[in-house]
């Protein structure tokens, strides 16, 4: 059983939205315009997590670790943003069950921040696309702050805006990136099992929870209602 939180911080990518359509979409036409061959949205699937410059690296070497070329990335990346300026949201989708655990969520009176490794460019009309970005007090993006995730800057930044200390707070992501950042900066953190982790089962990172649909929240957390009969 989650600690009932204060508040929590929810990632994007993996989390809230399957985003991989999109961004496989987008890979595939910047390796076509620089005359390489393209991945498919299962090769693009292992490699997203990181931001978006990671992804182009790893596109451009067709792995998840390693560095192309420097003057080769620099004339794809420039490609990349114009294709995915254009292509946020077109493909991607919430995951079934994020609806229903954001209303659960608020229902229950829950103070909710998004943090994601995306830049704000993308997050933003991304969250406002699908329908969600009003669910959250804050929105901490890739480029908000000096450090993005797996540092805990991004969470301490949170916390620190809410008003609640780290010990209170919950993390809900789907990464090993994820369960670093909650780790260092004293959040509980709790996991999607379908997210993006590169292939590894999430498990092995040992979260304190891990959720295969965001309705298990209702479950994994107490709720008001809950709280209150229990301390009666």
């Not at 000096?146 to 789907?174: C, E, I, N, Y």
């Amino acid at each position: 059983m989650i600690r009932r939180p204060e508040m929590i911080l929810i990632d994007v990518d993996g989390t809230l939205v399957d985003s991989v359509p999109d961004l496989a979409y987008c890979v595939d036409e910047m390796m076509k315009q620089l005359n390489m061959e393209p991945h498919g949205e299962a090769k693009v699937r292992h490699w997203v997590g990181n931001g978006v410059e990671r992804l182009v690296r790893r596109a451009l070497i067709g792995k998840l670790n390693g560095e192309p070329d420097e003057a080769l990335f620099q004339k794809a990346y420039p490609v990349f943003m114009e294709l995915y300026a254009h292509n946020t949201s077109k493909r991607s989708q919430l995951y079934p069950g994020v609806i229903e655990g954001l209303v659960f969520l608020k229902s229950e009176n829950y103070r909710l921040g998004c943090v994601t490794n995306k830049a704000a460019q993308f997050t933003e009309p991304l969250l406002k696309d699908l329908g969600v970005y009003d669910y959250f007090e804050i929105v901490i993006s890739g480029d908000t702050l000096p450090q993005k995730k797996p540092d805990p800057m991004p969470l301490l930044h949170a916390a620190k805006f809410f008003g609640v200390q780290p010990s209170r707070a919950l993390m809900l992501g789907d990464s090993v990136s994820d369960v670093k950042a909650a780790r260092a900066a004293g959040f509980q953190i709790a996991c999607m099992s379908y997210g993006y982790n590169h292939g590894d089962d999430i498990r092995l990172s040992h979260p304190d929870a891990v959720m295969d649909s965001m309705e298990e929240l209702k479950t994994l957390i107490p709720g008001g209602a809950q709280q209150t009969a229990m301390q009666q």
